[in-house]
T-cell receptor, first 115, second 111 residues
Framework: TQLLEQSPQFLSIQEGENLTVYCNSS?????LQWYRQEPGEGPVLLVT?????EVKKLKRLTFQFGDARKDSSLHITAAQPGDTGLYLC???????????????FGQGTILTVHP | EPEVTQTPSHQVTQMGQEVILRCVPI?????FYWYRQILGQKVEFLVS????????KSEIFDDQFSVERPDGSNFTLKIRSTKLEDSAMYFC?????????FGPGTRLTVT
């Protein structure tokens, strides 16, 4: 059974600071998804990383995928209060060929950015 | 931009009652899912659906649960006899290739 561990669990910072959150897997990722979730709402897909060593940028967010495809990080530059939320990583533990099946989620990092 | 929609946003029901949660997946997607999230806990998988049949279900998805795609657009989750522990946010999701998109959720409160 694949286990996704996210760290830190909580992060509270001031506006303008930089931050990094991490997602580590007990087994090789197949297609790692990063989501952001606000209270009472559904997860919103931010990015998918598939290839080891891959780096993707989404405005002030930079996603890195480890070479061995067992770890990933999300770096936010100059955080803003609007970045506040729960950041989740998720993967397909039973992926094979073109079949992906269900997603397994980490427990998330709760980010609070204070004005 | 296409999105997954869910109704109702909030459902309050009494223990033992039946509820139906509705979802409209993104139109060109073929794979559909239900997940739930109990307050303060992880998002957890319930069931996946493809080609008009269940492709995978979790241990949570027992005989009290059922899913249906009654027409070309809707995807429903039915709980036949709700329990207090069914209180949670229920999310519908649909997938194209490996990208899975979630709806805004239905908050189910069982009293």
């Amino acid at each position: 059974t694949q286990l996704l561990e996210q760290s830190p669990q909580f992060l509270s910072i001031q506006e303008g600071e930089n931050l990094t959150v991490y997602c580590n897997s007990s087994s090789v990722f197949s297609s790692l998804q990063w989501y952001r979730q606000e209270p009472g709402e559904g997860p919103v897909l931010l990015v998918t990383v598939v290839t080891g060593g891959e780096v993707k940028k989404l405005k002030r967010l930079t996603f890195q995928f480890g070479d061995a495809r067992k770890d990933s990080s999300l770096h936010i530059t100059a955080a803003q209060p609007g970045d506040t939320g729960l950041y989740l990583c998720a993967d397909y533990p039973n992926a094979g060929g073109t079949s992906y099946g269900k997603l397994t989620f980490g427990q998330g990092t709760i980010l609070t950015v204070h004005p | 931009e296409p999105e997954v929609t869910q109704t109702p946003s909030h459902q309050v029901t009494q223990m033992g009652q039946e509820v139906i949660l509705r979802c409209v997946p993104i139109s060109n997607h073929l794979y559909f899912y239900w997940y739930r999230q109990i307050l303060g806990q992880k998002v957890e998988f319930l069931v996946s659906f493809y080609n008009n049949e269940i492709s995978e279900k979790s241990e949570i998805f027992d005989d009290q649960f059922s899913v249906e795609r009654p027409d070309g657009s809707n995807f429903t989750l039915k709980i036949r006899s709700t329990k207090l522990e069914d209180s949670a946010m229920y999310f519908c999701a649909s997938r194209v290739f490996y990208e899975q998109y979630f709806g805004p959720g239905t908050r189910l409160t069982v009293t």
